[in-house]
Nanobody, 111 residues
């Protein structure tokens, strides 16, 4: 059974930073595609960043240059380093892998 757990959300002022973590079990982690999505109130869930098994990364235009996705296969963990946060980054952030979602972690950015 696949389990996906996010952590690291919180409240921060605009311009600040947060690092989200996504741990996954029940999968061959090093072979797995991992993605971060977010959903703001009243909006559809959107893909923020993803990383494949060989470390290739993609970002949505709105976060490119501010967010960095990385993986540590030894720890079965993917990170999302978020810098220069903006109020529009406020959302619940979800980790996705192998047809499974985590429960989400809330990020609130105040102006």
């Amino acid at each position: 059974q696949v389990q996906v757990v996010e952590s690291g959300g919180g409240s921060v002022q605009a311009g600040g930073s947060l690092r989200l973590s996504c741990s996954a079990s029940g999968i061959t982690f090093r072979e797995s595609y991992i993605a971060w999505y977010r959903q703001a109130p009243g909006k559809q869930r959107e893909l923020v960043a993803d990383i494949n098994r060989i470390g290739s990364k993609n970002y949505v235009d709105s976060v490119r240059g501010r967010f960095t996705i990385s993986r540590d296969n030894a720890k079965n963990t993917v990170y999302l380093q978020m810098n220069s946060l903006k109020p529009e980054d406020t959302a619940v952030y979800y980790c996705y892998t192998t047809d499974s979602w985590g429960q989400g972690t809330q990020v609130i950015v105040s102006s």
